[in-house]
């Protein structure tokens, strides 16, 4: 690892996690709308 590259911003690191964290809040927003029967818009109440 470069000792020089940039702590924050779109580093390699930073959009690993990211990939990581949307793919568990998407099959947790799946998951949620099978249990309930809702959507994600309907449990906001914009729907």
């Given at each position: 690892m470069?000792?020089?590259?940039?702590?924050?911003?779109?580093?390699?690191?930073a959009?690993t996690w990211?990939?990581?964290?949307?793919?568990?809040?998407?099959?947790?927003?799946l998951?949620t709308?099978?249990?309930?029967?809702?959507?994600?818009?309907?449990?906001?109440?914009l729907?």
């Amino acid at each position: 690892m470069n000792d020089n590259a940039p702590k924050v911003g779109f580093t390699e690191f930073a959009e690993t996690w990211n990939g990581r964290l949307a793919m568990i809040g998407f099959v947790a927003a799946l998951i949620t709308e099978y249990v309930t029967g809702q959507g994600v818009l309907a449990q906001l109440g914009l729907m």
